[in-house]
């Protein structure tokens, strides 16, 4: 059969490259298509990098990964109108339990793609598929792009990020609900190095962090992160869809909020903004979670839904996934079972078993039941990828085009064209 390899991975973000590199350093023949032109295309905003997570794929990643801070210190605030209330933590670099790494995801998954070329991955930038080949069985068995190219694989790995647009347009999973997914609001903000050491008492390639909770506006609780990069601070604000929607804030409103706080205000004086986002990500919880694995196809990442607001890791949520879900296959063909459903579910307990899900079981279900009735863009897949470009915009001159975008949104419905020319 032309164009056939041992495994398909749809997306190329953290779960996506930790699966790719994971199937490739195992020997198989793995090609990774990914819609975005080029790696880090979208996002250039900073993250936090759990060590173990990456060591266990890079062993030697301290030494050629792209990395901005080591975090020495972690403040934990909760603010009110006025003022703040919380604890300061620090570590060493001789600490195993807390071994964290601030990163600009741009550098970051440039480098992480040159390490799977490296390894043998046949890596496709530019190409976005749009659905998966199926036997008549229903069994899964390639994938076709949007230039109806067809790729044909022993098993299909999709890390598409919480929008999931081939696995719901493939109706392979069920609609995003609002009641567990936020909307992230960030900026990058520039921070000449001598300010920044002097500002937050570091020096060398020691940083700090600050997660903090409040009511940043009326009616809008969540939860806001301040990360020391090299010369430059990652900073955001996020909270979930439908409170913001009822709120009558659009994104960029939101997050100055937030700014403005007298807490908030003097840690960011003297930087500028050089880049702003609006992300959506999955908060769902542990509970709150699609089908991760079926006839020929498995999914990682954000596209699990396993985000929860008391947890701070998704890149490494994301890499664990992506990792576990390559072990599965790997696991598979070396002794040679089929990529059914039933051989495939060692995945759902490797992933059981695994310290990151059993950090989420900890911190509880986030956003509890979902209502059954209540629909996510039921009526086209799209309109969460579009939607989120859209909010990226910047509101200034846009703000009841934005809020009428949060509204629809959240409300679902079959009136697309707001998303289309936003977009």
Same mark, same amino acid.
């Given at each position: 059969?032309?164009?056939?390899?041992?495994?398909?991975?749809?997306?190329?973000?953290?779960?996506?490259?930790?699966?790719?590199?994971?199937?490739?350093?195992?020997?198989?023949?793995?090609?990774?298509?990914?819609?975005?032109?080029?790696?880090?295309?979208?996002?250039?905003?900073?993250?936090?990098?759990?060590?173990?997570?990456?060591?266990?794929?890079?062993?030697?990643?301290?030494?050629?990964?792209?990395?901005?801070?080591?975090?020495?210190?972690?403040?934990?605030?909760?603010?009110?109108?006025?003022?703040?209330?919380?604890?300061?933590?620090?570590?060493?670099?001789?600490?195993?339990?807390?071994?964290?790494?601030?990163?600009?995801?741009?550098?970051?998954?440039?480098?992480?793609?040159?390490?799977?070329?490296?390894?043998?991955?046949?890596?496709?930038?530019?190409?976005?598929?749009?659905?998966?080949?199926?036997?008549?069985?229903?069994?899964?068995?390639?994938?076709?792009?949007?230039?109806?190219?067809?790729?044909?694989?022993?098993?299909?790995?999709?890390?598409?990020?919480?929008?999931?647009?081939?696995?719901?347009?493939?109706?392979?999973?069920?609609?995003?609900?609002?009641?567990?997914?936020?909307?992230?609001?960030?900026?990058?903000?520039?921070?000449?190095?001598?300010?920044?050491?002097?500002?937050?008492?570091?020096?060398?390639?020691?940083?700090?962090?600050?997660?903090?909770?409040?009511?940043?506006?009326?009616?809008?609780?969540?939860?806001?992160?301040?990360?020391?990069?090299?010369?430059?601070?990652?900073?955001?604000?996020?909270?979930?869809?439908?409170?913001?929607?009822?709120?009558?804030?659009?994104?960029?409103?939101?997050?100055?909020?937030?700014?403005?706080?007298?807490?908030?205000?003097?840690?960011?004086?003297?930087?500028?903004?050089?880049?702003?986002?609006?992300?959506?990500?999955?908060?769902?919880?542990?509970?709150?979670?699609?089908?991760?694995?079926?006839?020929?196809?498995?999914?990682?990442?954000?596209?699990?839904?396993?985000?929860?607001?008391?947890? !701070?890791?998704?890149?490494?949520?994301?890499?664990?996934?992506?990792?576990?879900?390559?072990?599965?296959?790997?696991?598979?063909?070396?002794?040679?079972?089929?990529?059914?459903?039933?051989?495939?579910?060692?995945?759902?307990?490797?992933?059981?078993?695994?310290?990151?899900?059993?950090?989420?079981?900890?911190?509880?279900?986030?956003?509890?039941?979902?209502?059954?009735?209540?629909?996510?863009?039921?009526?086209?897949? !799209?309109?969460?990828?579009?939607?989120?470009?859209?909010?990226?915009?910047?509101?200034?001159?846009?703000?009841?085009?934005?809020?009428?975008?949060?509204?629809?949104?959240?409300?679902?419905?079959?009136?697309?064209?707001?998303?289309?020319?936003?977009?």
């Amino acid at each position: 059969m032309a164009d056939h390899f041992e495994v398909i991975v749809v997306g190329a973000g953290p779960a996506g490259n930790s699966a790719a590199l994971t199937l490739a350093k195992a020997g198989l023949d793995v090609l990774q298509l990914e819609r975005a032109e080029y790696p880090g295309a979208k996002t250039g905003q900073g993250s936090l990098l759990w060590a173990p997570a990456l060591e266990q794929l890079v062993p030697d990643f301290r030494t050629q990964a792209p990395l901005e801070r080591y975090i020495v210190e972690r403040y934990v605030w909760t603010l009110d109108e006025a003022a703040h209330s919380g604890t300061r933590d620090w570590t060493s670099r001789s600490s195993a339990t807390s071994d964290r790494y601030t990163v600009l995801r741009a550098p970051f998954d440039a480098w992480f793609s040159s390490a799977l070329k490296g390894a043998g991955v046949r890596v496709s930038f530019a190409t976005t598929v749009t659905e998966v080949i199926r036997e008549d069985d229903g069994r899964v068995i390639g994938v076709r792009t949007a230039g109806g190219r067809e790729f044909y694989a022993d098993a299909v790995i999709l890390a598409e990020g919480v929008e999931s647009l081939v696995a719901r347009q493939s109706g392979l999973r069920e609609d995003v609900h609002p009641q567990s997914v936020a909307l992230t609001v960030k900026e990058l903000r520039r921070l000449p190095r001598h300010l920044l050491e002097d500002r937050f008492k570091v020096q060398g390639d020691d940083g700090v962090v600050f997660e903090l909770a409040g009511t940043f506006a009326a009616g809008v609780a969540g939860q806001g992160f301040i990360y020391t990069n090299r010369e430059s601070l990652s900073v955001g604000v996020g909270c979930m869809v439908d409170d913001i929607v009822k709120s009558e804030l659009t994104p960029s409103e939101l997050l100055t909020c937030f700014k403005r706080h007298p807490s908030i205000r003097p840690l960011l004086a003297d930087s500028d903004v050089v880049d702003f986002s609006a992300v959506l990500s999955p908060e769902g919880g542990y509970r709150v979670r699609p089908k991760l694995f079926g006839e020929g196809w498995l999914v990682c990442g954000d596209a699990m839904q396993p985000g929860s607001p008391v947890l !701070r890791e998704g890149a490494t949520l994301a890499l664990t996934s992506g990792r576990l879900a390559a072990e599965t296959v790997v696991e598979l063909a070396r002794h040679g079972r089929p990529m059914s459903a039933r051989h495939l579910s060692l995945y759902r307990d490797k992933l059981e078993r695994s310290a990151i899900l059993r950090s989420l079981r900890k911190a509880g279900s986030g956003g509890g039941s979902v209502d059954e009735e209540a629909t996510f863009g039921r009526s086209d897949p !799209r309109r969460l990828g579009r939607a989120s470009r859209a909010l990226s915009s910047d509101a200034a001159d846009g703000k009841g085009r934005q809020r009428r975008l949060l509204r629809q949104f959240a409300r679902g419905g079959s009136r697309e064209q707001e998303f289309e020319g936003a977009a």
